[in-house]
């Protein structure tokens, strides 16, 4: 079998209290890259659109543990939420009528709340989730059993380049399952498996398809051909593991072989952000890289809230992520 290209696409935090499936924003990136390159079409091989964190539509079976966090975070918003408590008061609730600051808390208070109640409730509650050792695993098992999915026709190519895009806590994930791959054994002391094998984090079959591609990994028949990321927080979510926080607090920089991208040499790896995007951040100053990854400051828009999601309809992140691949097909 000839050298195989794979596009995956992973999206971030879920910020609707109706979540929708990803499909259609997924398809619209797609078309928008293949416009910008037609040549695209043939050479992509492959495009697999991952589903994770919020019920599928329509739901057909009983869902997965990650599946039900939309849900989980909408009974914390109507428990918290201002405006929904303060519109059923009760006997144990006590508000406040004109402090003294209320022109200025008139002014603020517009700006904060949807941002308390939407991209924090709604949004960076799923960063939490991963954070801990059940929602690692669930989420785990549902994007890594998707992709392995994807990529199983192609096992017995020569040579497959995956090119990964990543928004918001899908950047982390995505990152995390290619740490899994390319990292050396070193980096998985003492007995060199990742914690997704070791920890039995999937079925035994995703756990052993894992293996058999960490393996090619390895031996070079897996590489990664591009890496987008957009709206992340990879620099904040380093600090989950002892071991990163180490280096850190040493002022190390941080090794990018480990998950496939080269030290120095064309891009592999591109970063945007919007300032005004509370929830995106810039990284490429963790690693130690010149030239490999490269980041963007970008105009995805103004508002706070809608800038998170809006980097996937962005004409300059669309037009750098269609040169980054084109220059890394196999």
């Not at 975070?73 to 009528?97: G, Q, R």
């Not at 982390?172 to 791959?181: K, Q, S, W």
């Not at 809608?306 to 691949?325: F, G, K, N, P, R």
Request: proline share 6%; aromatic share 10%.
């Amino acid at each position: 079998m000839p050298n195989i290209n794979v596009l995956i696409l992973i999206h971030g935090v879920v910020e609707e209290a109706v979540p929708s499936n990803h499909v259609h924003q997924y398809d619209a990136l797609w078309q928008a890259l293949q416009a910008k390159n037609p040549a695209l079409t043939g050479r992509m091989d492959a495009v697999i659109r991952v589903e994770w964190g919020h019920a599928p539509f329509p739901i057909s079976a009983a869902l997965r543990p990650d599946e039900r966090l939309t849900e989980a975070e909408n009974t914390v918003l109507d428990a918290v939420s201002y405006d929904k408590i303060k519109a059923h008061p009760t006997a144990d609730d006590s508000f406040l009528n004109f402090p003294p600051d209320f022109l200025q808390r008139s002014v603020v208070r517009p700006l904060t709340r949807p941002i308390k109640e939407t991209v924090l409730t709604l949004g960076i509650s799923d960063s939490f989730y991963y954070c801990t050792a059940d929602g690692e695993r669930a989420v785990r098992d549902n994007v890594y059993s998707q992709v392995l999915a994807g990529l199983a026709p192609y096992k017995a190519a020569d040579k497959v380049a995956i090119h990964l895009i990543g928004h918001s806590q899908g950047a982390t994930v995505g990152f995390d399952f290619l740490y899994g791959l390319f990292a050396p054994d070193s980096a998985y002391p003492p007995d060199g498996v990742p914690g997704f094998v070791k920890d039995n984090q999937s079925s035994p079959d995703s756990v052993q398809a894992y293996l058999d591609w960490r393996t090619r990994a390895q031996q070079g028949k897996l590489v990664l051909g591009s890496k987008s990321s957009f709206g992340c927080q990879i620099g904040l979510m380093m600090l989950r593991k002892q071991k990163l926080v180490d280096k850190l607090y040493n002022k190390e920089r941080l090794d990018p072989t480990v998950i496939g991208v080269p030290r120095t040499g064309s891009a592999k790896w591109k970063i945007f952000f919007d300032t005004d995007d509370i929830l995106g951040f810039p990284a490429r100053r963790l690693f130690d890289t010149v030239g490999s990854i490269r980041e963007f400051e970008v105009d995805s828009d103004w508002n706070p809230i809608t800038s998170h999601t809006a980097y996937w309809t962005t004409d300059q992140v669309q037009t750098e992520i269609t040169t980054l691949i084109t220059q890394n097909l196999i």
